[in-house]
Protein backbone atom coordinates (compact mmCIF):
# COMPACT_ATOMS: atom_id res chain seq x y z
CA UNK A 1 0.00 0.00 0.00
CA UNK A 2 1.51 3.28 -0.83
CA UNK A 3 1.80 5.81 1.48
CA UNK A 4 1.87 9.82 0.62
CA UNK A 5 2.48 12.11 3.33
CA UNK A 6 1.77 15.98 3.04
CA UNK A 7 3.92 18.96 4.97
CA UNK A 8 4.17 22.57 4.88
CA UNK A 9 1.40 24.04 5.59
CA UNK A 10 0.52 27.26 8.28
CA UNK A 11 -0.90 30.05 8.69
CA UNK A 12 -0.49 33.43 6.71
CA UNK A 13 -1.88 36.67 6.18
CA UNK A 14 -3.87 37.12 2.49
CA UNK A 15 -0.79 37.71 -0.22
CA UNK A 16 1.96 35.80 0.97
CA UNK A 17 3.53 32.28 -0.32
CA UNK A 18 3.31 28.21 1.05
CA UNK A 19 5.39 25.76 -0.76
CA UNK A 20 3.67 22.33 0.21
CA UNK A 21 5.29 18.91 -0.35
CA UNK A 22 4.30 15.39 -0.44
CA UNK A 23 6.21 12.56 -0.45
CA UNK A 24 5.00 9.18 -1.95
CA UNK A 25 6.61 5.92 -1.73
CA UNK A 26 6.85 2.74 -3.83
CA UNK A 27 8.11 2.70 -7.53
CA UNK A 28 4.69 3.69 -9.08
CA UNK A 29 5.32 7.48 -8.27
CA UNK A 30 7.81 8.28 -11.30
CA UNK A 31 5.21 6.88 -13.89
CA UNK A 32 1.85 8.04 -12.25
CA UNK A 33 -0.05 11.80 -12.35
CA UNK A 34 -0.24 13.30 -9.58
CA UNK A 35 -2.39 15.76 -7.89
CA UNK A 36 -3.58 18.03 -5.35
CA UNK A 37 -6.27 18.25 -4.08
CA UNK A 38 -8.31 20.51 -1.18
CA UNK A 39 -10.86 20.61 1.38
CA UNK A 40 -12.39 23.37 3.02
CA UNK A 41 -14.68 23.31 5.96
CA UNK A 42 -18.13 22.14 4.61
CA UNK A 43 -17.48 21.75 1.27
CA UNK A 44 -16.37 18.72 -0.50
CA UNK A 45 -13.01 17.80 -2.19
CA UNK A 46 -11.61 19.26 -4.92
CA UNK A 47 -8.67 18.44 -7.29
CA UNK A 48 -6.92 21.64 -7.76
CA UNK A 49 -3.75 20.76 -10.03
CA UNK A 50 -2.35 17.86 -11.45
CA UNK A 51 1.01 16.99 -13.32
CA UNK A 52 1.52 14.50 -15.74
CA UNK A 53 4.44 12.40 -15.35
CA UNK A 54 6.06 14.18 -17.99
CA UNK A 55 5.75 17.73 -16.21
CA UNK A 56 2.63 18.83 -17.67
CA UNK A 57 0.54 20.83 -15.21
CA UNK A 58 -2.85 21.41 -15.58
CA UNK A 59 -4.48 23.89 -12.94
CA UNK A 60 -8.45 24.84 -11.38
CA UNK A 61 -9.64 28.11 -12.27
CA UNK A 62 -9.45 28.94 -8.96
CA UNK A 63 -5.92 28.36 -8.68
CA UNK A 64 -4.50 28.82 -12.24
CA UNK A 65 -1.87 31.92 -12.23
CA UNK A 66 -1.45 31.69 -8.29
CA UNK A 67 0.00 28.41 -7.92
CA UNK A 68 2.27 26.10 -9.31
CA UNK A 69 2.57 22.53 -9.51
CA UNK A 70 5.78 20.40 -9.65
CA UNK A 71 7.55 17.02 -8.81
CA UNK A 72 10.64 15.57 -8.59
CA UNK A 73 10.94 11.96 -9.17
CA UNK A 74 14.32 11.18 -8.13
CA UNK A 75 12.81 11.94 -4.48
CA UNK A 76 9.73 11.15 -4.72
CA UNK A 77 8.28 14.03 -4.06
CA UNK A 78 5.25 16.37 -5.48
CA UNK A 79 5.21 20.19 -4.64
CA UNK A 80 2.65 23.07 -4.94
CA UNK A 81 4.14 26.40 -4.49
CA UNK A 82 1.26 28.49 -3.98
CA UNK A 83 1.17 32.50 -3.84
CA UNK A 84 -0.84 35.65 -3.56
CA UNK A 85 -2.79 33.03 -1.14
CA UNK A 86 -6.77 34.17 -0.31
CA UNK A 87 -8.91 33.35 2.25
CA UNK A 88 -10.66 31.51 0.36
CA UNK A 89 -7.74 29.11 0.23
CA UNK A 90 -8.04 28.21 3.67
CA UNK A 91 -8.27 24.51 3.80
CA UNK A 92 -6.80 21.03 4.24
CA UNK A 93 -4.38 20.22 1.17
CA UNK A 94 -4.02 16.45 0.04
CA UNK A 95 -2.46 15.20 -2.47
CA UNK A 96 -2.79 11.95 -4.52
CA UNK A 97 -2.06 9.56 -7.49
CA UNK A 98 -5.00 9.90 -10.33
CA UNK A 99 -6.47 8.08 -13.34
CA UNK A 100 -9.01 9.07 -15.14
CA UNK A 101 -12.13 7.83 -16.97
CA UNK A 102 -12.70 9.84 -20.19
CA UNK A 103 -11.59 13.62 -18.97
CA UNK A 104 -12.73 13.09 -15.38
CA UNK A 105 -9.69 12.66 -13.14
CA UNK A 106 -9.92 10.56 -9.96
CA UNK A 107 -7.66 9.63 -6.78
CA UNK A 108 -6.28 5.90 -6.53
CA UNK A 109 -4.20 5.74 -3.46
CA UNK A 110 -5.09 5.93 0.02
CA UNK A 111 -5.87 9.73 1.70
CA UNK A 112 -2.80 11.03 3.58
CA UNK A 113 -3.52 12.90 7.04
CA UNK A 114 -3.19 16.64 4.71
CA UNK A 115 -1.40 19.55 5.51
CA UNK A 116 -3.73 22.46 7.12
CA UNK A 117 -3.51 26.17 5.02
CA UNK A 118 -5.27 28.98 7.03
CA UNK A 119 -5.17 32.03 5.01
CA UNK A 120 -6.30 35.47 7.31
CA UNK A 121 -7.35 38.39 5.72
Known amino acids: QVQLVESGGGSVQAGESLRLSCVGSGSIFSISVMGWYRQAPGKQRELIAR???????NYADSVKGRFTISRDDAKNTLYLQMDSLKPEDTAVYYC???????????????WGQGTQVTVSS
Open 96 to 110: NYLDSVGSTWHATGS
Open 51 to 57: ITHWGMP
